[in-house]
Protein backbone atom coordinates (compact mmCIF):
# COMPACT_ATOMS: atom_id res chain seq x y z
CA UNK A 1 0.00 0.00 0.00
CA UNK A 2 1.11 3.58 -0.50
CA UNK A 3 2.96 5.52 2.49
CA UNK A 4 3.26 8.41 3.84
CA UNK A 5 3.12 11.58 1.17
CA UNK A 6 4.05 14.85 2.07
CA UNK A 7 3.42 17.88 -0.02
CA UNK A 8 5.25 20.27 -1.53
CA UNK A 9 8.80 18.19 -1.18
CA UNK A 10 10.52 21.49 -1.29
CA UNK A 11 9.24 25.09 -0.43
CA UNK A 12 11.43 28.56 -0.46
CA UNK A 13 9.68 31.31 1.48
CA UNK A 14 10.16 34.66 2.71
CA UNK A 15 10.08 36.23 6.19
CA UNK A 16 7.10 37.08 7.51
CA UNK A 17 5.36 35.12 5.19
CA UNK A 18 2.95 32.16 5.70
CA UNK A 19 3.34 28.65 4.72
CA UNK A 20 0.89 25.42 4.60
CA UNK A 21 2.19 21.94 4.44
CA UNK A 22 -0.10 18.73 3.93
CA UNK A 23 0.28 15.10 4.98
CA UNK A 24 -1.83 12.16 3.54
CA UNK A 25 -1.44 9.42 6.10
CA UNK A 26 -1.00 5.39 5.12
CA UNK A 27 -4.64 4.41 4.64
CA UNK A 28 -5.94 3.40 7.39
CA UNK A 29 -4.05 5.25 9.64
CA UNK A 30 -5.87 7.73 11.88
CA UNK A 31 -3.17 9.29 14.19
CA UNK A 32 -0.68 12.19 12.60
CA UNK A 33 2.02 13.28 14.14
CA UNK A 34 4.43 16.35 12.98
CA UNK A 35 8.23 16.72 13.43
CA UNK A 36 10.51 19.25 13.17
CA UNK A 37 14.48 18.46 12.08
CA UNK A 38 17.20 20.91 12.00
CA UNK A 39 21.02 20.03 12.04
CA UNK A 40 21.11 22.25 15.37
CA UNK A 41 17.92 20.70 17.55
CA UNK A 42 17.46 17.45 15.98
CA UNK A 43 14.26 16.09 15.22
CA UNK A 44 11.65 17.74 18.16
CA UNK A 45 7.73 16.97 17.82
CA UNK A 46 5.15 19.26 17.15
CA UNK A 47 1.82 18.11 17.43
CA UNK A 48 -0.16 14.76 16.47
CA UNK A 49 -3.44 14.42 15.63
CA UNK A 50 -5.96 11.85 16.14
CA UNK A 51 -9.59 11.32 14.81
CA UNK A 52 -9.16 14.84 13.82
CA UNK A 53 -8.38 16.34 17.65
CA UNK A 54 -5.00 17.28 18.76
CA UNK A 55 -3.54 15.25 21.48
CA UNK A 56 -0.20 16.42 22.01
CA UNK A 57 1.62 19.98 21.50
CA UNK A 58 5.29 20.51 21.32
CA UNK A 59 6.82 23.09 22.92
CA UNK A 60 6.53 25.02 20.21
CA UNK A 61 5.33 28.90 19.86
CA UNK A 62 1.25 29.87 18.54
CA UNK A 63 2.52 30.27 14.87
CA UNK A 64 2.76 27.03 14.55
CA UNK A 65 -0.66 25.35 13.89
CA UNK A 66 -1.95 22.58 12.45
CA UNK A 67 -5.10 20.21 11.48
CA UNK A 68 -6.93 16.90 10.22
CA UNK A 69 -9.49 16.02 8.15
CA UNK A 70 -12.01 14.15 8.33
CA UNK A 71 -10.24 11.75 6.07
CA UNK A 72 -6.85 11.62 8.62
CA UNK A 73 -5.34 14.03 6.21
CA UNK A 74 -3.49 16.51 8.09
CA UNK A 75 -1.94 20.26 7.49
CA UNK A 76 0.61 22.35 9.47
CA UNK A 77 0.48 25.89 9.05
CA UNK A 78 3.44 28.48 9.97
CA UNK A 79 2.78 31.54 10.16
CA UNK A 80 5.08 34.92 9.78
CA UNK A 81 7.68 32.83 8.81
CA UNK A 82 11.23 33.00 10.62
CA UNK A 83 14.85 32.42 9.28
CA UNK A 84 15.00 29.89 12.20
CA UNK A 85 11.74 27.94 10.88
CA UNK A 86 13.50 26.42 8.01
CA UNK A 87 13.57 22.87 8.43
CA UNK A 88 12.42 19.18 6.88
CA UNK A 89 9.01 18.72 8.46
CA UNK A 90 8.25 15.49 8.80
CA UNK A 91 4.83 14.16 8.82
CA UNK A 92 3.95 9.82 10.36
CA UNK A 93 1.08 8.56 10.21
CA UNK A 94 0.01 5.09 12.59
CA UNK A 95 -3.03 3.15 13.36
CA UNK A 96 -3.84 4.55 16.53
CA UNK A 97 -1.83 7.06 19.18
CA UNK A 98 -0.55 3.75 20.97
CA UNK A 99 3.34 3.19 21.30
CA UNK A 100 2.81 -0.46 20.48
CA UNK A 101 1.67 1.17 16.78
CA UNK A 102 4.61 1.61 14.90
CA UNK A 103 4.82 5.51 13.27
CA UNK A 104 5.86 5.11 9.44
CA UNK A 105 7.26 8.71 8.50
CA UNK A 106 7.01 10.31 5.36
CA UNK A 107 9.70 11.88 3.05
CA UNK A 108 9.33 15.14 4.71
CA UNK A 109 8.80 18.70 3.61
CA UNK A 110 11.88 21.16 3.01
CA UNK A 111 11.42 24.48 3.79
CA UNK A 112 14.12 27.09 3.63
CA UNK A 113 12.86 30.50 4.83
CA UNK A 114 15.00 33.42 3.41
CA UNK B 1 12.05 18.36 28.89
CA UNK B 2 13.80 14.83 29.09
CA UNK B 3 17.19 14.98 26.84
CA UNK B 4 18.67 11.99 24.75
CA UNK B 5 22.40 12.38 23.82
CA UNK B 6 23.94 10.13 21.15
CA UNK B 7 27.44 9.14 21.00
CA UNK B 8 29.24 9.37 18.68
CA UNK B 9 28.08 12.37 16.72
CA UNK B 10 29.76 11.41 13.50
CA UNK B 11 31.11 7.57 12.82
CA UNK B 12 33.31 6.66 9.99
CA UNK B 13 34.49 3.19 9.41
CA UNK B 14 35.58 0.77 6.95
CA UNK B 15 33.45 -2.04 5.58
CA UNK B 16 33.63 -5.59 7.51
CA UNK B 17 34.14 -3.46 10.87
CA UNK B 18 32.37 -3.62 13.66
CA UNK B 19 30.54 -0.43 15.53
CA UNK B 20 28.51 0.60 18.61
CA UNK B 21 26.69 3.68 19.21
CA UNK B 22 25.06 4.71 21.98
CA UNK B 23 21.84 6.44 23.37
CA UNK B 24 21.69 7.89 26.79
CA UNK B 25 19.55 9.60 29.23
CA UNK B 26 19.48 10.74 33.05
CA UNK B 27 15.57 10.15 33.04
CA UNK B 28 14.03 6.24 32.72
CA UNK B 29 12.60 5.35 29.74
CA UNK B 30 9.19 3.74 29.48
CA UNK B 31 10.29 2.55 25.73
CA UNK B 32 12.64 3.14 23.23
CA UNK B 33 12.87 2.98 19.64
CA UNK B 34 16.03 2.77 17.00
CA UNK B 35 15.11 4.39 13.78
CA UNK B 36 17.46 4.84 10.51
CA UNK B 37 17.24 7.48 8.02
CA UNK B 38 18.45 8.18 4.63
CA UNK B 39 18.96 11.18 2.56
CA UNK B 40 15.87 12.52 1.25
CA UNK B 41 13.83 10.31 3.13
CA UNK B 42 11.80 10.26 6.84
CA UNK B 43 13.24 7.29 9.95
CA UNK B 44 12.20 3.93 9.52
CA UNK B 45 11.90 2.25 12.49
CA UNK B 46 14.40 -0.70 13.62
CA UNK B 47 13.67 -2.12 16.70
CA UNK B 48 11.00 -0.84 19.88
CA UNK B 49 12.87 -2.47 23.46
CA UNK B 50 10.55 -2.33 26.65
CA UNK B 51 12.15 -4.48 29.16
CA UNK B 52 15.59 -3.33 31.19
CA UNK B 53 18.42 -5.89 30.24
CA UNK B 54 16.79 -6.74 27.31
CA UNK B 55 18.70 -7.66 23.73
CA UNK B 56 17.26 -7.79 19.90
CA UNK B 57 18.95 -8.96 17.16
CA UNK B 58 17.99 -8.01 13.87
CA UNK B 59 20.45 -9.72 11.11
CA UNK B 60 23.56 -7.76 11.81
CA UNK B 61 22.44 -5.36 14.32
CA UNK B 62 22.18 -5.80 17.77
CA UNK B 63 19.51 -3.50 20.25
CA UNK B 64 20.28 -3.48 24.46
CA UNK B 65 18.04 -1.73 26.92
CA UNK B 66 20.22 -0.74 29.89
CA UNK B 67 19.04 -2.67 32.75
CA UNK B 68 18.02 0.88 34.39
CA UNK B 69 16.20 1.57 31.31
CA UNK B 70 18.43 4.98 30.91
CA UNK B 71 20.61 4.23 28.09
CA UNK B 72 20.58 1.48 25.28
CA UNK B 73 23.02 0.74 22.49
CA UNK B 74 22.84 -0.35 18.88
CA UNK B 75 25.81 -2.62 17.74
CA UNK B 76 26.52 -3.24 14.25
CA UNK B 77 28.65 -6.47 12.74
CA UNK B 78 30.17 -6.09 9.85
CA UNK B 79 29.20 -2.75 9.03
CA UNK B 80 28.13 -2.96 4.93
CA UNK B 81 27.76 0.57 2.92
CA UNK B 82 23.92 -0.24 3.10
CA UNK B 83 24.28 0.50 6.63
CA UNK B 84 25.25 4.37 5.88
CA UNK B 85 22.54 6.89 7.60
CA UNK B 86 21.65 8.81 10.68
CA UNK B 87 20.63 6.14 13.59
CA UNK B 88 18.31 7.79 16.15
CA UNK B 89 17.00 7.08 19.35
CA UNK B 90 13.71 7.90 20.49
CA UNK B 91 12.59 7.64 23.97
CA UNK B 92 9.24 7.27 25.74
CA UNK B 93 8.78 9.10 29.02
CA UNK B 94 5.45 8.17 30.88
CA UNK B 95 3.07 9.43 28.92
CA UNK B 96 4.41 12.00 27.09
CA UNK B 97 5.19 11.62 22.90
CA UNK B 98 8.48 10.37 21.57
CA UNK B 99 11.45 12.66 22.19
CA UNK B 100 13.78 12.34 19.88
CA UNK B 101 18.50 11.77 20.28
CA UNK B 102 20.46 14.03 19.17
CA UNK B 103 21.29 11.18 16.53
CA UNK B 104 24.92 9.56 14.78
CA UNK B 105 25.88 10.03 11.44
CA UNK B 106 27.31 6.50 10.05
CA UNK B 107 29.39 6.48 6.80
CA UNK B 108 30.35 3.30 5.99
CA UNK B 109 33.25 3.16 3.55
CA UNK B 110 34.01 0.45 0.72
Known amino acids: KAGVTQTPRYLIKTRGQQVTLSCSPI?????VSWYQQTPGQGLQFLFE???????NKGNFPGRFSGRQFSNSRSEMNVSTLELGDSALYLC?????????????FGPGTRLTVT | TQLLEQSPQFLSIQEGENLTVYCNSSSVFSSLQWYRQEPGEGPVLLVTVVTGGEVKKLKRLTFQFGDARKDSSLHITAAQPGDTGLYLC??????????FGTGTRLTIIP
Open chain 1, 92 to 104: ASSFSPSINDEQY
Open chain 1, 27 to 31: SGHRS
Open chain 1, 49 to 55: YFSETQR
Open chain 2, 90 to 99: AGLFGNEKLT
